[in-house]
């Protein structure tokens, strides 16, 4: 497996408003560039996705997979697994730890582990790592600060 990289952001609102939009996988298309498609294949109980199947095309890299999701029992932490190899990868994990802060925002740590199917020098996987990560924490930020500004 690849090796786990690691990002965090301050996000201007509440955890349970980070929770709602992180949770909400069929509007990622709105305000995510690289997904094309999310759609929730299957729930848990409770309603919260277990099973969520994502087309995503970012230019260099297009795919088709279904995650996998388990979540912390107070939405803390919510953490994925790649179902099967996809044409792309053989393996993904990662998860979304969530902090309240004094102030009322979040932090939001972000951490990836992708095993690609295709070789790519550990320099470079790195660096699309940090942009992958570095992009995802800023649209999800910009995703839940509007939504917020607009209630």
């Known amino acids: ?14 955890p349970d408003r980070v929770t709602a939009v992180i949770c909400d996988f069929a509007r990622y298309p709105e305000w995510t560039d690289a997904v094309r498609r999310a759609e929730v294949v299957e729930e848990y109980e409770d309603g919260y996705a277990s099973q969520v199947h994502f087309t995503i095309d970012a230019g260099v ?4 997979y279904v995650l996998a999701y388990e979540y912390a029992e107070d939405l803390s932490r919510i953490e994925w697994h790649l179902v099967a190899p996809s044409k792309m990868q053989k393996a993904q994990r990662g998860s979304y730890d969530l902090v309240g802060n004094p102030d009322g925002s979040t932090t939001v740590t972000y951490t990836l ?12 996987r790195r660096k699309a790592e940090k ?14 600060e509007a939504t917020g500004a607009a209630q």
Not at 1 to 14: K, N
Not at 113 to 123: A, K
Not at 133 to 140: E, F, V
């Open 1 to 14: 497996m690849a090796d786990s990289s690691t990002q965090s952001i301050i996000i201007g609102a509440a």
């Open 61 to 64: 890299m297009a795919d088709e």
């Open 113 to 124: 582990e992708v095993d690609l199917s295709v070789g790519m020098l550990g320099m470079f």
């Open 131 to 144: 942009m992958i990560m570095d992009t995802a924490l800023k649209q999800l930020k910009r995703r839940v």
